[in-house]
């Protein structure tokens, strides 16, 4: 079944740096793929979404691309700030019904 | 506009009690979706419910039951909590067919069992 496999944290940057948080998946077909945002003590935000391969999702500086040749849908942001301090989630359909979602990177950007 | 709204926000349970989460889904969505997501890890999908019937069912115990209300309103209920129940309890509400567009979630129920 469809699944993400996403890099492990934590994270810690330092304000403006680069940010990179990898994401693979393994799918049937080329579903939707969404990255989410969980800043702390609050639930799931859906941060941005690619909806067929080579799309690219944007939000907020972030940015992501469907990549169906490396399956493949990193987020990128080019400078962070103590604020996109949070809990970032790769996530896939599952099938209908199912969100599936990778482990979680715990992002901390320190001034 | 009401976001996905969940009560209450915050609930301890001791072992062996039964609890029931609430959920109201945003205005027009008529498909209720739960999650578990327990401390460090990603969330976990329990249920789906749409127009009062179950549409889809995670790999969780019989002791997770759930049901959907006329106006779309959803409960979770969990019986004989194990210490490993703890966790933030996530609803997620979207339009029919369209949950592979993404779901908006509410900020979650956090459950301790002691």
């Known amino acids: 079944g469809n699944s993400v496999t996403q890099m492990e944290g934590p994270v810690t940057l330092s304000e403006e740096a680069f940010l990179t948080i990898n994401c693979t998946y393994t799918?049937?077909?080329?579903?939707?793929l969404f990255w989410y945002v969980q800043y702390p003590g609050e639930g799931l935000q859906l941060l941005l979404k690619?909806?067929?391969?080579?799309d690219k999702g944007s939000n907020k500086g972030f940015e992501a691309t469907y990549r169906k040749e490396t399956t493949s849908f990193h987020l990128e942001k080019g400078s962070v700030q103590v604020s996109d301090s949070a809990v970032y989630f790769c996530?896939?359909?599952?099938?209908?019904?199912?969100?599936?979602f990778g482990a979680g990177t715990r992002l901390t950007v320190k001034p | 506009d009401a976001g996905v709204t969940q009560s209450p926000t915050h609930l301890i349970k001791t072992r062996g009690q039964q609890v029931t989460l609430r959920c109201s889904p945003i205005?027009?969505?008529?498909?209720v979706s739960w999650y578990q997501q327990v401390l460090g890890q990603g969330p976990q999908f329990i249920f789906q419910?749409?127009?009062?019937?179950?549409?889809g069912r995670g790999n969780f115990p019989d002791r997770f039951s759930a049901r959907q209300f006329p106006n779309y309103s959803s409960e979770l209920n969990v019986n004989a909590l194990l210490l490993g129940d703890s966790a933030l309890y996530l609803c997620?509400?979207?339009?029919?067919?369209?949950?592979?567009?993404?779901?908006?979630f509410g900020s979650g129920t956090r459950l301790t069992v002691v």
């Open positions: 996530a896939l359909p599952y099938n209908n019904n199912d969100m599936r």
């Open positions: 799918a049937t077909g080329y579903p939707s």
């Open positions: 690619a909806t067929k391969a080579d």
């Open positions: 419910y749409y127009e009062k019937e179950e549409r």
């Open positions: 997620a509400s979207s339009l029919p067919g369209q949950g592979r567009f993404g779901y908006t």
């Open positions: 205005s027009g969505h008529k498909s």
